[in-house]
């Protein structure tokens, strides 16, 4: 059962941006706080952002917030994640997750019981 579907991964140089989407598939998270999240093989998954129900409020790790920025458009049920200036380390797995409200800003992945199968981030020096 997918519950979300993420998508607009792929290789790039190092410099270029990305945007990924998280849209809805059997889970509907219109009432739902949304984050994202990365994880490389032999590391655990990395909390990147979080955003509110309303897109209102977001949140983000000290290690992206400068070139991080989530957001989402609850018409079409769809979280995005943009990615600017990507660099080498930055490629991994990217996740995102929901958790249904009431919800707070956390980047713990065990708070999220909703999640997709990921999208891959490849870049390139």
């Known amino acids: 059962q997918v519950q979300l579907v993420e998508s607009g991964g792929g290789s790039v140089q190092a410099g270029e941006s990305l945007k990924l989407t998280c849209a809805a598939a059997?889970?509907?998270?219109?009432?739902?706080?949304l984050a994202w999240f990365r994880q490389t093989p032999g590391q655990e998954r990395e909390g990147l952002a979080w955003i509110s129900i309303g897109g209102g409020g977001t949140f983000y790790a000290d290690s992206v917030k400068d070139r991080f920025s989530v957001s989402r458009d609850n018409v079409k049920l769809e979280g995005y994640l943009k990615i600017d200036n990507l660099k080498p380390e930055d490629s991994a797995m990217y996740y995102c997750?929901?958790?249904?409200?009431?919800?707070?800003?956390?980047?713990?992945?065990?708070?999220?019981?909703?999640w997709g199968q990921g999208t891959q981030v490849t870049v390139s020096s």
């Open positions: 997750a929901a958790h249904p409200s009431p919800c707070s800003p956390d980047l713990s992945p065990a708070y999220y019981g909703f």
């Open positions: 059997d889970y509907n998270p219109i009432r739902s706080c």
